[in-house]
């Protein structure tokens, strides 16, 4: 097995390049969001087509990728949003691991289809750590500095696994990538106290993603009415996948960044294992919902 220390030099950053891994389950009760990777399924492909364990932590390239010098061989993967992707001037396949060489730059062009790549890089990644994850947290920053890809960042790894990739076959299950989903959802705590009208609306159109969109949470630019009655609202816990109505009627998703409570009512709730398909959706793309 050849090992050695790998520095990636990100030429350019992107629009927004992270590092990310699963995040921080267990931390809700103290204020701090789950965070990790939105698109789990593609992060957890992404490591196994390099050979690290599910925990290791990898890139998430939103819309617009970096420009990465490698200062050292190794076994890189990209799944999810599909880019035209570089190693220097040769075009490489999304969704398999490939080899690059010392000195190489590894591009990310077009965006073709999706929001969020995932990049594996093979080995013991050494950006640093907050309660137990890589991933930043936006009140506090300083947590995490490795996390926030600028231009100029340097990320090490220590390079060990350059000969242990895997494939995807034919029936692997990715999240869909498409501009229009249904998304699978449970009535909220607060779905009895908005109105039946509300209710029939919210199930019975699209609802388009506004440009207020980011890893905290997605406004739509559908106006419900909201309450039934109007109740006075205690502040109470939310998760991501949890949507809720503002005092205009305006549904937002919330995600893995999101605050852990919120004031708002709570109309449903996407289930769990529809989340990543979020994670594929731009401004503009459209969104139904069906009651499970």
Partial sequence: MKQSELTLIFLKAGMQTTVQDQGRAGLQHLGVPIGGALDKRSAELANYLVGNNQQTPVLEITMMGPEILFDTD????????????????????????????????VRFGQLNYGCRAYMAVAGKWNAKKWKGSASPILQAAEATPDSIIKKGSKLKIESAHLNKNGTLDKNTSTPPLANKIRLKVKAGPEFENISRTAIAKFFGQGHLITQDANRMGY??????????????????GIIPGTVQLTSSGQPIILLNDAQTTGGYPRIVNIIAKDLDQIAQLKPGDEIWFSLE
């Fill in 74 to 105: 190794a076994l890189v993967a990209v799944t999810g949003a599909q880019f035209d992707i570089y190693i220097d001037n040769r075009i490489v396949k999304n969704e398999e691991a490939f080899h690059v060489k010392s000195g190489t730059i």
């Fill in 219 to 236: 406004r739509l630019k559908t106006e419900l009415t909201a309450l039934e009655e109007k109740k006075e609202m205690i502040s109470s």
